[in-house]
């Protein structure tokens, strides 16, 4: 024990007589916690549309600004010509057409009914996708609307109707940051844990101290521990300095037990830790580590569901998942912010993160070799 307290020692001096790992630690999560949300955000607004006006009655110009004041919808041409709005979508100046055909008051009067063309700049696709469900919802309510008002009359026959209410369960006022803030949080720890230790390894192979070390009678155990605990600790700061920032920034408190995040990083640390003491066992230089992290840190957050939900996925995208150790921990931080989930809820994925910490950890110590 006396040999792996010297060998913490030597590694906390390394650490803080490094600027750049404490600005890594202190400063990054603080400003990646702050530009990510606001940066990453799904909600489309401020879509851009083309009007084209066949019938300039007033039912169509009320239609419009029924779709201008939503918030979602900017106009940027209301004309009678086909061609000015198709050279507003070439220059990336309209998202979408609404086309209202001429006499279509009149048609709707007589048969109950009139068409409405919509042309969609698919490019965005998922601009354009959301765009066009923005604008086809706020039709429906049009028309819904109108028809309310046009029952009294005789020749429109009184339909039943259904109203429905809903609630928003965890998520009451549909936050997009109350979603996004607490995986970015999971990704931060992540890239300090299998990042740093990566590098902090593969930085003694190539100034030449892993070879004094593999001449001493350090057994490998406590040299893997010995590299392992202090990044688990600065993993432990950065997941505090997240909730503090989620909290004072976002007013993000998490419902559930706070100690149940603690109890979760700390068995994903050690798998994390595992990998980057795994990667750094086969790399020789840092820039072959960075490579290596930088890939697998790219599969952790593309399938790790912290923008796109695992269920939406093919089934081979999550068969990967479940070898991802981040998609589990983004998770977990979600279920014990925004629900309130105990023990018992997070207990599963809390065995999985178990299995991967012995594995990966397991594999790195017989992984390393002492050479004289």
Not at 56 to 72: A, F, N
Not at 251 to 280: E, H, Q, R, T
């Amino acid at each position: 024990m006396r040999v792996l307290r010297f060998l913490l020692e030597k590694e906390f001096r390394q650490i803080f007589r490094d600027p750049a790992i404490l600005r890594l630690m202190l400063i990054m999560p603080v400003i990646q916690l702050i530009l990510l949300p606001l940066a990453a955000n799904y909600e489309v607004k401020d879509v851009l549309i083309a009007v084209i006006d066949h019938d300039h009655s007033t039912l169509s110009r009320r239609m419009v600004e029924k779709i201008t004041s939503s918030g979602y919808f900017t106009l940027t041409g209301y004309t009678s010509r086909n061609e000015e709005a198709l050279n507003l979508v070439e220059k990336d100046k309209a998202d979408i057409i609404l086309e209202i055909p001429a006499h279509f008051e009149a048609t709707l009067l007589r048969e109950e009914e009139a068409p409405l063309m919509l042309s969609v700049n698919a490019v965005n696709g998922t601009r354009a996708n959301l765009g066009a469900g923005y604008l086809t919802s706020i039709l429906q309510s049009f028309n819904q609307q109108i028809r309310q008002q046009w029952l009294r009359l005789p020749r429109m026959p009184d339909q039943p109707q259904i109203e429905v209410t809903y609630t928003n369960w965890f998520n009451p006022l549909m936050n997009y940051r109350q979603f996004m803030v607490p995986g970015i949080i999971v990704i931060l720890v992540t890239m300090v844990g299998s990042f740093l230790t990566a590098l902090n390894i593969v930085k003694e192979k190539e100034v030449g101290t892993m070879e004094q070390i593999n001449v001493t009678p350090v057994k490998k155990q406590y040299f893997i521990l010995g590299k392992l605990i202090p990044f688990w600790v600065m993993g432990q700061i950065v997941l505090t300095i997240g909730l503090v920032v989620a909290r004072i920034v976002y007013g993000i408190i998490p419902v559930g037990n706070i100690g149940l995040l603690y109890l979760f990083s700390s068995v994903f640390l050690l798998a994390i830790l595992g990998l980057g003491l795994l990667i750094s066992t086969y790399a020789q230089t840092q820039q072959q580590a960075m490579l290596i992290a930088f890939f697998l840190m790219m599969i952790f957050i593309l399938l790790g569901g912290l923008y796109t939900p695992v269920e939406s996925m093919p089934p081979w995208a999550q068969t990967i998942t479940r070898f991802n150790p981040v998609s589990y921990f983004i998770e977990v931080v979600r279920m014990v912010v925004m629900k309130g989930s105990g023990f018992s809820d997070i207990s599963r994925q809390l065995g999985i993160m178990g299995v991967f910490a012995v594995v990966l950890n397991v594999w790195a110590i017989l992984n390393y070799h002492k050479r004289a």
